[in-house]
């Protein structure tokens, strides 16, 4: 398992994150060069916000990595997918070398998360859909008695879709407080700036008007990261948003929030010249062609079959009125 969060912040655990957000950021970029598409900018942005998580604030078995026991990660921003699977890799669900298979026909490690990755719960293509998801592993662990903590990344463009907002409102009513949200708030969506750019106070005001905790850091400041999830994970009242001032294509001089940058790969050229900047380069292991897919999802329930409506055929019944009945059949 990976270590619990520790009270103190130690110098050597925040070069770690420091570290493993290097790695993180070259894997991401190396990956989507090599594939010949993705978003590695949406990737920088939150390096040191995945390395926090991953390599600080989850108790999880990478053996094992969708354990009930153990605490989960969703990937609201589903199109960052290159830096969730370079994370998992660096943690030891799988070999990094399989990295470099990104969007190859017999890979596992499509352009988005789907549950065929260990690791994974929800496919995250389509944005805005993560904090419910988060939102209902936090309270399924809950209810089953599991001390299980579930992070979810969110990014600030999704953050316009009402959803969010949604299952803001139901964790904090439903006192989900095994619920951490982060949000990358680094300005540029697709194709202009965000609806609030970098004010923060607006999210703030947001998650706090539904009830959550609030916390504003700065997303690149590793040991600001690792003591917003620590306090996160301490609170006992109401779920937590820690929102994170980040910078798209962060880490990369001619990245570093550049707008028309949002969904395309480096060229083999502008990958050597950004990696130039990350320092010692780790090599590239050839991969052995094994698939780490899933070998079987979760089987629904076999329920059985509803009892017939409480009234005779034929019977003139409000619809409003038979629906309620069909749901309360459907429970049984």
């Keep these: 398992m990976t270590a619990a969060p520790g009270s103190s912040l130690q110098s050597s655990s925040i070069e770690t994150i420091r570290e493993k957000a290097r790695l993180l950021r070259i894997h991401s970029m190396r990956m989507t060069t090599a ?3 993705g978003h590695p900018t949406s990737c920088l942005s939150c390096a040191e916000l995945m390395a926090g998580v991953f390599f600080h604030a989850m108790r999880f078995d990478p053996k094992n990595p969708n354990a009930i026991s153990g605490d989960r990660f969703v990937l609201s921003k589903g199109h960052a997918a290159p830096i969730l699977y370079a994370a998992l890799a660096e943690a030891g669900v799988f070999p990094v070398s399989r990295l ?43 209810t089953a008695g599991s001390s299980a903590h579930i992070y979810v990344l969110l990014g600030d463009g999704e953050m316009a879709e009402g959803n969010v907002w949604e299952a803001a409102a139901f964790a904090a009513h439903a006192s989900i407080t095994n619920l951490t949200a982060i949000a990358d708030v680094n300005a540029l969506g697709q194709s202009e700036r965000t609806m ?49 001032r980040t910078e798209k294509g962060h880490g990369v001089s001619f990245l570093v929030d550049r707008d028309g940058w949002h969904g395309k790969p480096l060229s083999p050229e502008q990958l050597e010249k950004a ?3 990350m320092g010692t380069l780790p090599p590239i292991v050839p991969d052995d062609g094994r698939s780490y897919a899933r070998a079987s999802l979760p089987v629904p329930p076999n329920f059985p079959a509803p009892a017939p409506p409480d009234y005779p055929p034929g019977a003139q019944v409000a619809t409003r009125e038979a629906y309620g009945i069909a749901l309360k059949s459907s429970a049984r």
């Design 275 to 277: 990696l130039a900047e």
């Design 196 to 244: 609030y750019q970098h004010d923060m106070d607006v999210y703030r005001r947001k998650f706090e008007a539904q009830g959550w905790r609030t916390e504003i850091i700065d997303g690149h400041d590793a040991a600001a990261v690792v003591a917003a999830l620590d306090r996160a994970r301490a609170a006992s009242d109401k779920p937590t948003a820690i929102l994170a």
């Design 100 to 142: 470099m298979t990104l969007r190859q026909l017999t890979s596992e490690l499509e352009g988005h998360p789907t549950p065929l990755i260990p690791g994974v719960d929800a496919a995250t293509g389509s944005l805005g859909q993560g904090l419910s998801v988060g939102a209902g592993l936090a309270l399924g662990a809950k």
């Design 35 to 37: 594939a010949g598409s």
